[in-house]
C-alpha cells in the first residue's frame, strides 16, 4: 500500500505560478504511473496531468496544456505538477494519484487510479 501526500497549495493571484509536490511513502511499486486530478465545487473530478513510471509519456488535459508541466523523481518517491499562467478558473482541490496497473501508459479516467492523496486546495483570485 501506498501512501500519498500533496503539499504546495494556497493562493495565488491570476497569471501566477505554483508547484505542487506529491510525496509517496509506504510501499513503493518500480513500476506505476502517476496522475494530477482536481476537484472544483459543483464539478466532477478531472483529470489534469500524468507521467509514465520512467517518465517518458505524458498527458495533460486541454484546459492546462502548455501551462502545466509534471515532472517526477523516482529516486525522491515524488512528483510535481508546475502551473504557470494560472486562471481562477485552475480554482480546485488538486489530488495526486498512482496507477499502478498500467504504469506504461497515462489514463485520464479516475477509476483506473488505485492509490489517492488526501488533496491540497489551490485558489487563483486577485
Known amino acids: 500500500q501506498v501512501q500519498l501526500v500533496e503539499s504546495g497549495g494556497g493562493l495565488v493571484q491570476p497569471g501566477g505560478s505554483l508547484r505542487l509536490s506529491c510525496a509517496a511513502s509506504g510501499s513503493i511499486f518500480s513500476r506505476y504511473t502517476m496522475g494530477w486530478f482536481r476537484q472544483a465545487p459543483g464539478k466532477e473530478r478531472e483529470f489534469v496531468a500524468g507521467?509514465?513510471?520512467?517518465?517518458?509519456?505524458?498527458n495533460f488535459a486541454d484546459s492546462v496544456k502548455g501551462r502545466f508541466t509534471i515532472s517526477r523523481d523516482n529516486a525522491k518517491n515524488t512528483v510535481d505538477l508546475q502551473m504557470n499562467s494560472l486562471k481562477p478558473e485552475d480554482t480546485a482541490v488538486y489530488y495526486c494519484?498512482?496507477?499502478?496497473?498500467?504504469?506504461?501508459?497515462?489514463?485520464?479516467?479516475?477509476?483506473?487510479?488505485?492509490?489517492w492523496g488526501q488533496g491540497t486546495q489551490i485558489t487563483v483570485s486577485s
Open positions: 494519484a498512482a496507477d499502478v496497473n498500467y504504469y506504461y501508459t497515462v489514463l485520464k479516467n479516475s477509476s483506473e487510479y488505485d492509490f
Open positions: 507521467i509514465t513510471w520512467r517518465g517518458g509519456s505524458t
